[in-house]
């Protein structure tokens, strides 16, 4: 079972930067694929960005490619989320994500394990 923790969220003005960060517990975190998905209480639970096991591969949502940066640190079981020049738009609770699986993956069904969330909120 892993679980996972995040960290970072909070008040920031449009134009601002953030830093999210997610902690895993169990020994099993350099075998998951992980991501980030957001959610706003108007719409479903949307694919932010992920990162393949060893870190050499990510992928983004088009609404965020060119600001967002997915990065994780095997050693220290973390993946973090750097967000920069926000947006309104991008008000929403973050989740951090594991997968099981060797692909990375864009689909909510195909994470594993999920935290509670973290609120970030961008004012204009």
């Known amino acids: 079972q892993v679980q996972l923790a995040e960290s970072g969220g909070g008040l920031v003005q449009a134009g601002g930067s953030l830093r999210l960060s997610c902690a895993a517990s169990?020994?099993?975190?350099?075998?998951?694929?992980m991501g980030w998905f957001r959610q706003t209480p108007e719409k479903e639970r949307d694919f932010v960005a992920t990162?393949?096991?060893?870190?050499?591969?990510?992928y983004y949502a088009d609404s965020v490619r060119s600001r967002f940066t997915i990065s994780r640190d095997n050693s220290k079981n973390t993946v973090d989320l750097q967000m920069n020049n926000l947006k309104p738009e991008d008000t929403a609770r973050y989740y951090c994500?594991?997968?099981?699986?060797?692909?990375?993956?864009?689909?909510?069904?195909?994470?594993?394990?999920w935290g509670q969330g973290t609120q970030v909120t961008v004012s204009s």
């Open positions: 990162i393949s096991r060893s870190g050499d591969r990510t």
């Open positions: 994500a594991g997968r099981n699986g060797f692909q990375i993956a864009t689909m909510r069904y195909e994470y594993d394990y």
């Open positions: 169990g020994r099993t975190f350099s075998r998951q694929v």
